[in-house]
């Protein structure tokens, strides 16, 4: 397919350290992730907290490397290297944690821009920091201030500026915008939508959160527990979601005058990852399983209508 630009295949099992650093007990974060980002398109990658997303988000862009086992980019133009991360930038959830405090606005977005040398002299850095900021609705004015200076919406909007600022092809979201309020977090997500046309900008995006996710993506791979359990076109996924979990993240779209409701349908807290459940790792809150869901895992398979599913109970493709 000309349009395919990367397929993601973290294909081999592999091990990420346990976060809490006990001796001799590891965390099997992802395995067998297998995902296509097309050039030009969002992918979401949508799961609970916990379910192994943001560690993808941060394999893909190299900031951790796999504990066992390998990622593979498979590039769909054959002309680059294979294994070879693409270029990727990416926005954090918490653009307070992610902003140099001490830094100035024009400083943190000028960084990228001198450390790739994509402008030569003071003069033409300041230019494009100033058509940045610009870019992302604020003003050149604004480069003389400090993060703290500015709202969290704000401070996102700079976040931006900063990603955007080495040029890159493929911005890598880990839920950019559950930190902020709901009206501001339209307005991020409208500016995010109007780079991406106007840049021609690839994304995946992380959300835990399907109704932010449906704006956005064009197409949506749900996780659980480290695997992709189904992934489809948004219409297609939202129209006709096969897989149970599926169902009920569909059913427990974040509402905030019910904001217990979500865990009650959902049977509660997911399993540790540190012990999944035998089977489909799904079965102890799948209001559908039956005795082969606790024995045997599902295999991933095509879906009905597109994309892949992976539940025993899925209709056939
Ligand atoms: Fe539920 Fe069984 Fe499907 Fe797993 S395989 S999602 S337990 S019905
Ligand atoms: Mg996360």
Request: charged fraction near 25%; glycine fraction near 8%; charge should be neutral.
């Given at each position: ?7 993601f295949?973290v294909?081999a099992?592999w091990l ?11 965390l099997?974060?992802?395995?067998d ?6 050039k030009?398109k ?18 893909v862009?190299g ?26 930038q ?11 405090p ?9 960084e990228?821009i ?5 402008r030569s002299?003071a ?11 610009r870019?992302v ?5 604004d480069?003389k201030r400090y ?8 401070r ?14 493929f911005?890598?979201c880990?839920e ?10 339209a307005?991020?997500l409208?500016?995010?939508?109007r780079?991406?046309d106007?840049l021609?900008?690839t994304?995946?995006?992380?959300s835990?959160?399907?109704a932010v ?6 197409r949506?791979?749900?996780m ?10 948004t ?6 979601p096969?897989?149970p979990?599926?169902?009920?993240l569909l059913?427990?779209i974040p ?7 979500d865990?009650?349908l ?13 089977g489909c790792a799904f ?6 399983a ?9 295999e ?10 992976a539940?025993h109970?899925a209709?056939?493709?």
């Amino acid at each position: 397919v000309d349009q395919l630009s990367r397929v993601f295949d973290v294909s081999a099992p592999w091990l990420n350290r346990m976060i809490d650093r006990k001796p001799k007990r590891y965390l099997r974060a992802v395995q067998d992730v297998t995902f296509v980002v097309e050039k030009g398109k969002c992918l979401a990658l949508v799961g609970e907290s916990g379910c192994g997303k943001s560690t993808v988000a941060r394999l893909v862009t190299g900031l951790y490397a796999p504990s066992e086992g390998a990622i593979v980019f498979a590039p769909a133009d054959k002309g680059r290297g294979r294994g070879k991360p693409m270029e990727a930038q990416m926005i954090f959830q918490d653009p307070h944690a992610s902003l140099n405090p001490r830094w100035r606005v024009g400083d943190i977005i000028a960084e990228p821009i001198r450390e790739f040398g994509l402008r030569s002299g003071a003069e033409a850095t300041e230019a494009r920091v100033a058509e940045l900021l610009r870019t992302v609705g604020l003003s050149p004015d604004d480069a003389k201030r400090y993060p703290h200076e500015f709202s969290g919406g704000q401070r996102q909007r700079i976040s931006i500026a900063r990603a955007l600022a080495s040029e890159p092809e493929f911005l890598v979201c880990d839920e950019p915008t559950s930190a902020l309020d709901v009206s501001v977090q339209a307005q991020i997500l409208n500016l995010m939508r109007r780079l991406q046309d106007e840049l021609g900008l690839t994304y995946l995006f992380i959300s835990h959160n399907l109704a932010v996710v449906r704006h956005m993506a064009d197409r949506i791979s749900v996780m659980y527990l480290g695997r992709i359990v189904e992934e489809a076109d948004t219409e297609a996924l939202f129209a006709d979601p096969q897989h149970p979990y599926t169902r009920l993240l569909l059913q427990t779209i974040p509402d905030v005058a019910a904001p217990n409701r979500d865990r009650e349908l959902m049977g509660g807290e997911p399993p540790s990852p540190l012990d999944p459940p035998k089977g489909c790792a799904f079965h102890p809150r799948c209001p559908m399983a039956t005795d082969l869901c606790s024995k045997t895992a599902p295999e991933v398979r095509a879906r009905k209508g597109g994309g892949t599913v992976a539940c025993h109970l899925a209709p056939a493709a």
